[in-house]
């Protein structure tokens, strides 16, 4: 099992910057391929952002290239560097693990998830 916690959500102005935190226990960090996931009213669950392991292979869905950056630490930690905010990235931000060396795109890929933050950007 994989216990994951989010923190660092909140309510900003467009164009602010955000840091998103997953801490993760219950396995060791060097096994597990982690991911973002946003989800908004109405809307499917969308791909944000991915990280193998060891930190080398990310992946970031179309709409935050440029703008976000995924990285993580050697502990158990992994960050979601959210600069550029606009109104549309306003949603629940999710952190998934999969026990696994590649990092997908979909969510259903993801073994453990955590319970979601929110992100609101004000205009």
């Known amino acids: 099992q994989v216990q994951l916690v989010e923190s660092g959500g909140g309510l900003v102005q467009a164009g602010d910057s955000l840091r998103l935190s997953c801490a993760a226990s219950?396995?060791?960090?060097?096994?597990?391929?982690m991911g973002w996931f946003r989800q908004a009213p109405g809307k499917e669950r969308e791909f944000v952002a991915g990280?193998?392991?060891?930190?080398?292979?990310k992946a970031y869905g179309d709409s935050v290239k440029g703008r976000f950056t995924i990285y993580r630490d050697n502990e158990n930690t992994a960050y979601l560097q959210m600069n550029s905010l606009k109104p549309e990235d306003t949603s629940i931000y999710y952190c998934?693990?999969?026990?696994?060396?590649?990092?997908?795109?979909?969510?259903?890929?993801?073994?453990?998830w955590g319970q979601g933050i929110q992100v609101t950007v004000s205009s």
């Open positions: 219950g396995r060791a960090f060097s096994s597990i391929s």
């Open positions: 998934a693990a999969r026990v696994a060396t590649i990092a997908t795109t979909t969510a259903r890929s993801y073994n453990y």
């Open positions: 990280i193998n392991p060891s930190g080398g292979n």
